[in-house]
Nanobody, 114 residues
Framework: VQLQASGGGLVQPGGSLTLSCAAP????????MGWYRQAPGKLREYVAS???????NYEDSVKGRFTISRDNAKNTVYLQMNSLKTEDTAVYYC?????????WGQGTLVTVSS
């Protein structure tokens, strides 16, 4: 199964976007979920994760700007992104934490530009 992220788009610096990712209950119910991103010319990197018990962790560059959350009733994980910067431009992916290769979807493109 591939986990598909959605909600990307073009936003100006300082703007906001919310990404979402629905997962099969068989995965979502038992796994910590994570967001990852890959900027042009760079390796894919970790952004944020949330445990089954709603403990959230963030990569340093997004702390205070991004918020990860999960809706267990909808088997969906969200990434609220505020105060976006040009360096946040990337394809964003969701996966479990730690990620499983077979779960990578196509991601959703976030472009931060004026």
């Amino acid at each position: 199964v591939q986990l598909q992220a959605s909600g990307g788009g073009l936003v100006q610096p300082g703007g906001s976007l919310t990404l979402s990712c629905a997962a099969p209950e068989s995965i979502f119910r038992f796994k910590a979920m994570g967001w990852y991103r890959q900027a042009p010319g760079k390796l894919r990197e970790y952004v944020a994760s949330i445990s089954r018990g709603d403990t959230a962790n963030y990569e340093d560059s997004v702390k205070g700007r991004f918020t990860i959350s999960r809706d267990n009733a909808k088997n969906t994980v969200y990434l609220q992104m505020n105060s976006l910067k040009t360096e946040d431009t990337a394809v964003y992916y969701c996966n479990i934490r730690p990620p499983l290769t077979s779960y990578w979807g196509q991601g959703t493109l976030v472009t931060v530009s004026s």
